[in-house]
């Protein structure tokens, strides 16, 4: 029979919490039960996790019992609202069930103060892509989301439209002198005076994470990130760039903070759900206290990859000159 292999990720989709209950309960079954089929033990665990008190006393899982119940009484679970706050959605017909699902569970937090859906609004981490949500004075990382600074941005140049056909390799090859798309960086890694400031020195997280902030700057990343050339017209009746009339050449690209961005919302997520314990539908909703030194460091380390995510888009907008 294979030996028993147990992750992490195992127990918290039974039900487990990020925290030291869950490498006791890993370290004791790979200690008492090696041999026994994984579905088997986790059931056990997941029964030992609903009823603790029954087993304080068994020789075992008394451990993991008195942690479980230690960390109840410490800790408890914060309850949800019964009523939901009211909230608009914007272009409700085209929402999916699941993304207004999220965002009325967000909007029974005890922190929430008000909240909307955009007409965009999909399933997310937690709420909802698309899901505005108001707090006072608390913040949900996974609520400011994954991609940290994701964006768009329009660079419009003084240049002939008709020259985006005449030289069209040639702004082709700007973009792929001047971006990396999906896991791809540059070979020789860009400097920028984003990766010089103090904050990368003085957060330990960050100090971990400067090297991949380096790689990946001046790149776009994969999903729905892209750089693209094409032709602006503007009218005089709509004109609010304030540039004469006529067509221009354009730059759109969307961007966002990637590696950078990602492992900072994780790691602060994980903090918030060990210290803000949820009901498991809202456990991804779990909060920072921005009076705390957790919410501080969360709010810079964020704030700097929103940064680094915008000189990203700064690097992607280098001047055309074919």
Not at 212 to 237: C, P, T, W, Y
Request: proline share 4%; hydrophobic share 40%; net charge negative.
């Amino acid at each position: 029979m294979a030996k028993l292999k147990l992750k992490g990720k195992d127990l918290l989709a039974i039900g487990y919490e990020q925290g030291r209950s869950v490498g006791v309960a890993i370290g004791i079954a790979m200690k008492h039960f090696k041999k026994q089929p994984k579905a088997e033990v986790l059931k056990l665990l997941k029964v030992i996790k609903d009823a603790p008190e029954s087993y304080l006393e068994d020789e075992i899982w008394g451990s993991l019992a008195k942690l479980l119940i230690k960390r109840e009484e410490e800790n408890p679970v914060q309850q949800l609202r019964s009523e939901i706050i009211d909230f608009p959605i914007y272009g409700e017909a085209a929402i999916e069930e699941g993304a207004k699902e999220q965002m009325r569970t967000a909007m029974r937090l005890p922190v929430t103060v008000a909240g909307a859906l955009m007409p965009d609004a999909h399933y997310g981490y937690g709420l909802p892509i698309g899901g505005v949500l108001a707090t006072e004075n608390e913040i949900i990382p996974y609520a400011v989301g994954v991609d940290i600074g994701c964006r768009m941005a329009l660079s419009v140049f003084d240049l002939p439209s008709e020259r985006l056909i005449t030289h069209n390799e040639q702004f082709q090859q700007i973009l792929t002198d001047n971006s990396r798309f999906g896991f791809d960086t540059f070979d020789d890694p860009r400097d920028d005076e984003v990766l010089h400031r103090s904050l990368f020195g003085e957060l330990p997280l960050l100090r971990k994470l400067k090297s991949k902030a380096r790689q990946q700057i001046g790149s776009s990343g994969s999903g729905n990130h892209f750089v693209e050339f094409g032709i602006l017209e503007l009218s005089a009746d709509d004109n609010t760039l304030g540039l004469a009339t006529g067509k221009y050449i354009a730059l759109l690209t969307h961007s966002g903070s990637r590696g950078l961005g990602a492992n900072i919302a994780k790691h602060y997520t994980k903090i918030a759900m060990e210290n803000c314990r949820l009901p498991q539908e809202a456990k991804h909703l779990a909060w920072l206290s921005l009076g705390s030194e957790e919410g501080q460091e969360y709010w810079q380390a964020m704030s700097l990859a929103g940064d680094e995510s915008c000189r990203r888009l700064c690097f992607c907008l280098s001047s055309p000159h074919p």
